[in-house]
């Protein structure tokens, strides 16, 4: 038996892949298949159960791909093996999202899967803790994930530009390039999963935007994943402007560390006041990472082990 399948307003290589990567994968699947990939037809010889089991596979291949920026050959072994991450609501261990590199991203540890489960369970997520421990990565990742599944329009993230005034003056260029700086851990976690074209097309169409604080003033937020960096660095009245540009449909995640505040006075940080005021109310949660949860270099541990142990000497 012979089948043609013509994929219609879809250019090849977004199902093919790279050199046929994918479709390579994909026909593995069916050893007794003949499969002829001319353009935008795709030729199917041999039984007509396989071509039959092809055809239906094969379109929920392209409805992944749908609801995909692009395909790996993991969006293949998903099909084959049951395994469903790219709708629905992903259990707290499952694949978040799969990296450029096709490598998938899960919560690491009990705390990080604390943090997908209450992303879905909750409107706004305060998640605090010491450097390392994965906070913002996954809360980009869930990000990601939910702009790909087309939940949400926009991911903006921001991030308090705490030296605003005599360091940012010294640096070369304009605004963005000074502020760039500040930001280049939100631009490294977005590059691990979203291909630098693709990055560089929703960030020029607005569909991610990654700014200071400050900008936020202002604006409402509908039908975005907002994620505030660094939030041990806001004082309470900037936390309260962040956390009131909430619109319709939005999540937001607040990230930080309250040990590691650059603020002049330490005292002026807000996070953690805020996380007390909002206490109790539903739709709320905060998620608290400890040193055992370090997903980084297994010294960097043991440094943050050591400052928090000198830090408690000098208060006692």
Not at 67 to 74: A, C, G, I, P, Q
Not at 126 to 135: E, Q
């Amino acid at each position: 038996m012979k089948k043609t399948i013509q994929l219609e307003a879809m250019d090849p290589i977004e199902i093919y892949g790279a050199q046929n990567k994918i479709l390579t994968e994909f026909c593995s699947y069916f050893p007794h298949l003949k499969v002829t990939a001319r353009g935008t037809e795709l030729i199917l010889e041999g039984q007509e159960s396989d071509i039959s089991e092809f055809n239906i596979r094969f379109a929920e291949l392209i409805d992944k791909r749908h609801h995909k920026m692009n395909l790996t050959v993991y969006d293949v072994e998903d099909i084959f093996s049951g395994t469903a991450t790219d709708s629905h609501r992903p259990t707290a261990d499952a694949i978040i999202v799969h990296g450029t590199d096709g490598k998938a991203i899960r919560a690491r540890n009990k705390t990080q899967q604390t943090l997908v489960s209450a992303y879905f369970d909750n409107d706004l997520v305060f998640a605090i803790g010491p450097a390392g421990t994965g906070k913002t990565y996954v809360a980009i990742a869930l990000a990601v994930r939910a702009l790909k599944n087309r939940e949400i329009k926009r991911i903006i993230l921001t991030r308090p530009a705490v030296e605003a005034g005599e360091r940012l003056g010294f640096l070369p260029g304009d605004l963005k390039d000074k502020l760039d700086p500040y930001l280049q851990p939100l631009y490294d976690a977005l590059s691990d999963m979203i291909p630098s074209k693709r990055l560089h097309e929703f960030m020029e169409d607005g569909t991610i935007q990654i700014a200071p604080l400050a900008y936020m003033r202002g604006r409402t937020l509908d039908k975005a994943c907002v994620i505030l960096d660094e939030a041990q660095n806001t004082n309470l009245g900037q936390l309260k402007m962040f956390l009131t540009r909430m619109g319709t449909n939005a999540k937001f995640i607040v990230t930080g560390d309250a040990t590691q505040v650059d603020l002049p006075r330490r005292e002026d940080s807000g996070l953690i006041a805020g996380i007390k005021l909002l206490e109790g109310i539903k739709g709320i949660a905060t998620v608290r990472f400890t040193n055992e949860d370090i997903v980084r270099h297994p010294l960097v541990t043991k440094i943050v082990k050591a400052f928090d142990q000198k830090a408690e000497g000098s208060e006692s």
